[in-house]
């Protein structure tokens, strides 16, 4: 009886469990599907969806422009009289949007100016294979450069902590927007 009894305690708690994660699922998918529609709602310029999945791309769209990629990558970050900073009513810089251009440091000796994040010509953001995108917001190190060498400005210690499908959306997302040429008048 006893070991009846435990048994029925395990089905029992398998229930519980197995209907508690049935119930939790459309929450999750519900708050995901709420970021993407948002995504696409806050997207400041006209997106490319040919071959791209739509809901990666506004996800990718919502935690690209909620978390502060532009505050690095679009200079300057806001349009003329557009500067919500100054009681202005927000207007992003859509003609440098991601396209790089922030001087950090001295203008007579910068430390590092922000890259064109922008798709290349063959699509990549920033000119990066996924592979390539990953490892930047990973590790810091972006391919390109030698050994050792590590992003000092991008926040990438906080972007390695993003599940695995928050920065493949970001990849998705910069795939979609407009290529733009570096920033031509990069400034602090």
Known sequence: MAKNMSIWSRIRWLAVLGISAISFAPVAHADEISQILRG????????????????????????????????????????????????????????????????????????????????????????????????????????????????QIMPWPLYRWKTDREPIAMYEYLRAIPHLPDNPQPGP
Not at 50 to 57: E, F, H, R, S
Not at 98 to 104: K, P
Request: charged share 20%.
């Open 40 to 151: 696409f709602a806050i997207a400041p310029v006209k997106l490319n969806l040919a071959g791209k999945d739509w809901a990666l791309v506004g996800l990718g769209s919502y935690i690209v422009n909620t978390t502060g990629c532009n505050d690095c990558h679009t200079h300057p970050n806001w349009a003329t009289s557009g500067n919500p900073f100054l009681g202005e009513k927000e207007q992003i810089n859509t003609a440098q949007y991601m396209s790089g251009g922030r001087v950090f440091g001295p203008t007579t000796a910068p430390i590092a100016t922000s890259a064109n994040i922008t798709p290349d010509k063959d699509g990549r953001p920033a000119g990066l294979t996924w592979a390539g995108f990953r490892e930047v917001m990973r590790t810091g190190h972006d391919p390109r450069d030698p050994e050792g060498d590590l992003l």
